[in-house]
Nanobody
């Protein structure tokens, strides 16, 4: 599975951005997809995630009510709608995926995923 993110950029505090993650290859076998982010000098952290079979989602406390994860399975694309952005949201955002049904039990864990995109930078000032 190959993942390509897009949609990053620079925005003022309070603004919005929409990130996209296009999956290719054996995309139909993906069971979980997630967005992670990593700020300079910090650990990579999960932002939002979802299980393709339904019923399992993850959202970090720091983004609840502001960020929304969605998927268009027909297009093999995941999205992260980010509203009310804050300077502390500044980071490189990574799309992640895995083809393992057990991923639904640990959606917010980095080690649950084995496919990663190259990242897209989001800067909030």
């Amino acid at each position: 599975v190959q993942l390509v993110e897009s949609g990053g950029g620079s925005v003022q505090a309070g603004g919005s951005l929409r990130l996209s993650c296009q999956a290719s290859g054996y995309a139909s076998g993906v069971t979980c997809m997630a967005w992670f982010r990593q700020a300079p000098g910090k650990e990579r952290e999960a932002v939002a995630a979802s299980y393709s079979g339904g019923g399992f989602t993850y959202s970090a406390d720091s983004v609840k009510g502001r960020f929304t994860f969605s998927q268009d399975k027909a297009k093999n694309t995941a999205y992260l709608e980010m509203n009310s952005l804050k300077p502390e949201d500044t980071a490189t955002y990574y799309c992640a995926a895995v083809s393992d049904w057990s991923c639904r039990l640990n959606l917010g864990t980095r080690s649950s995923y084995n496919f990663w995109g190259q990242g897209t930078q989001v800067t909030v000032s």
